[in-house]
Structure formats: structure tokens, C-alpha cells
């Protein structure tokens, strides 16, 4: 494989000296950049466009070669493995992903099979394959995965929801159903990243993004249990060098030090929470990604570079920061603002 040119992420999660606080955005591949929105038309839908290997791979780059990111990430969605096992993935404007066969019943994840990526979801390690090869190392490539939990909100909800009363009825009416799910899940996204890293992905990141609508006890038995498992079935090494795994639990602020446990080498945080009160009680465990609020990006150059500013300042000197979003932008924020977000991070963490 190619030299690594800029290797500042990996670093930084590797908690090693940088020049400089790397910075990545959460959808950074996405609908605010008007040459996404060009080949999502020429795609004819989302998933058109994640199961083109060529597109995929051009709107990946996309923000690499608009902006002085720190990496990139596979061009994907969270709900492939959910669609591999036959749920029937489907998108609709303006409402989001919804499946024409959500979960109800335990037959139904008893008739589930664990996915096996190299034959269900090849679409995905072709683009990691060619996203890498057309980096030509000038960042490290991120590849990732929805968290067991979250894959399964959806599964079973059949789309987004605000109450999830069907997944919670089912976790405390039913646990060892849901239990049974998750295991299959937790296999599935071992497979999944594995086969990522195999195919070219120098760190992973696992999106728990429904995480924080649990409960303390709930979090650690349904989510965060099965997050441990994949990473400890992880392969950790690739190339000569290690593959870091970020956890990142959206609206998790309370279980940092629980997540710190998992042997995860970073975790992400969303904008709820202070860096450095977060940094204070991980210690030197851990790597720290994030965490500004994506709303700063609908105001100006000026309020954005404080808010870049104060977030630097509250994590402090010394290593281990990756300047990110506490959530994925929006659809609505002006490229150049983007561009003042990224050159600020960069400017303002110059060592």
C-alpha cells in the first residue's frame, strides 16, 4: 500500500505528538456539497449511489479534495447490514430510512442470518478497496458500522422514532429475544468492519447513535456489552500498524469512563458534554473526538472560530484530541463554512 503522507488522525488516537489537532466531520460526504448532490442525481437514489463503486468512491473524496481534512470516510450507511439480512432498506425524502420488514416477533430474528460481508455486502468492501486506492495516502480512510443497538432500533421500529415503544417493549418484556438480535448483530458488524479493515480501512468507528435513549442499567447490558464484544473481536493490526477503533455513543456523556473500559482507543463526543471535563475523567486511557455543535456551521467565520477556539482551549494541551462535530453536518450549512471550521481547527491547535 501507499506511504502515508498525513497520518495526523491516526496519531492523535494513538494519543502520539501532532503538529496540529486533526479534524474529519461526521457526513462530510454528504448533501451540503453541491457536487454530492450532482452525482446523488445521477445515482437516481441513495442506495443506487452506496452500491456504485465508482460513485461511492468520487463522493467520498468529494470533501478531500474541497477541504484540508485530516481523513476520510467510507461513503456508506449504517443500515447495510440490516438490509443484508433481508429487511428491505428503503429511503424516503425527507422522512429517512424505513425497512418493509421490520422485526415483531421472535420468529422473525430467529429466521435472521449473521451477515456474511464477503458474499452479502461486497458493494461495500469494493468501495473501501477503491476509496483507499484513490487516496493515494494523502489521509487514512475510516471505515465504520452502526452499533448492535442501533441497527436494531431500527429492525424492530421499521424507521427513525422518537419513543422507540416497540424495542423497549420488547427489552423488558422480552429480553432474551432482543439479546438474541444483538448477538446476531454484534457477529454480523465483527464480519463487517473486519472485512473493512481487511480491504484497505486504517481505523473504524461504530455509531451508537440511539445509545443515549436508554436507561444506565439498559445501556450496559444492551448496548455498550455488545460494543465490547466487537471490539474485542476486532482485528487490531493491519499493515504494519494498528487499526484504532472510536466508539461513539450519541448522547452517552455519562458512561464515558464505562465506554474508556471497553478497550476502545477513542471515543467520540457529542456537543452535550465539555471536552475537558470528559478528558479529565478519562485520563490518559483514551483518545477524544469531537465536539462542536453542527448548528455553529449555520452562523458566521467569527462565531465559528470561537467556538473552534473555546473547545481547543477546554481540552487543553498535550495529545490525544481529533477535532470533529458532536453529531453528522446538515444538510443546510454553506461549504464556506465548512471551509472556515477546518482551516480555524488547524490554525488555532498549531503546536
Known amino acids: 500500500m501507499t506511504e502515508l503522507k498525513n497520518d495526523r488522525f491516526l496519531r492523535a488516537l494513538a494519543r502520539q505528538p501532532v503538529d496540529r489537532t486533526p479534524v474529519w466531520m461526521m457526513r462530510q460526504a454528504g448533501r451540503y456539497l453541491p457536487e454530492y448532490r450532482k452525482i446523488r442525481n445521477q445515482a437516481g437514489d441513495f442506495m443506487s449511489l452506496c452500491k456504485n463503486t465508482d460513485l461511492a468512491c468520487e463522493v467520498a473524496l468529494q470533501p478531500i479534495d474541497r477541504f484540508n481534512f485530516d481523513a476520510a470516510i467510507l ?56 476509496i483507499r486506492r484513490e487516496l493515494n495516502g494523502r489521509v487514512p480512510l475510516i471505515g465504520f458500522s452502526g ?33 438474541q438480535l444483538l448477538d446476531k448483530l454484534a457477529l454480523s458488524v465483527i464480519n463487517y468492519l473486519n472485512a473493512q479493515i481487511s480491504s484497505g480501512a486504517q481505523a473504524v468507528q461504530i455509531f451508537d447513535t440511539w445509545g443515549g435513549v ?5 445501556y450496559a447490558e444492551f448496548s455498550l456489552a455488545y460494543m465490547e464484544k466487537i471490539v474485542n473481536g476486532l482485528v487490531r493490526h493491519s499493515e504494519g500498524r494498528d ?38 475523567r478519562v485520563g490518559d486511557r483514551v483518545a477524544l473526538q469531537g465536539n462542536m455543535d453542527p448548528a455553529v456551521l449555520r452562523s458566521d467565520q467569527s462565531s465559528i472560530e470561537y467556538q473552534v477556539k473555546s473547545i481547543l482551549q477546554s481540552y487543553g494541551t498535550g495529545v490525544g484530541h481529533i477535532f470533529n462535530l458532536g453529531h453528522g ?13 477546518v482551516d480555524a481547527v488547524h490554525q488555532y491547535s498549531q503546536r
Open 243 to 280: 487499526v484504532p477503533v472510536i466508539l461513539f455513543t450519541k448522547g452517552g456523556g455519562q458512561w464515558l469512563e464505562l465506554l474508556a473500559d471497553t478497550g476502545c482507543d477513542g471515543i467520540g463526543l457529542d456537543w452535550t458534554t465539555d471536552i475537558g471535563s470528559a478528558r479529565r
Open 329 to 341: 453536518i446538515t444538510p443546510d450549512i454553506d461549504p464556506n463554512n465548512v471551509k472556515a471550521f
Open 147 to 179: 452499533s448492535p443497538w442501533t441497527l436494531a432500533t431500527y429492525m424492530i421500529e421499521g424507521q427513525s422514532s422518537r419513543d422507540f415503544p416497540n424495542i423497549k417493549m420488547m427489552l423488558y418484556k422480552q429480553p432474551e429475544s432482543l439479546h
Open 75 to 130: 461513503f456508506s450507511d449504517i443500515l447495510t447490514i440490516p438490509d443484508a439480512m433481508g429487511l428491505g432498506l428503503y429511503f424516503v425524502e425527507g422522512e429517512g430510512p424505513k425497512f418493509h420488514k421490520p422485526l415483531r416477533t421472535e420468529t422473525d430474528i430467529n429466521d435472521l442470518n449473521i451477515v456474511d460481508t464477503k458474499r452479502d455486502l461486497k458493494y461495500v468492501t469494493d468501495a473501501v478497496s477503491l
Open 214 to 218: 436508554l436507561s444506565h442499567d439498559a
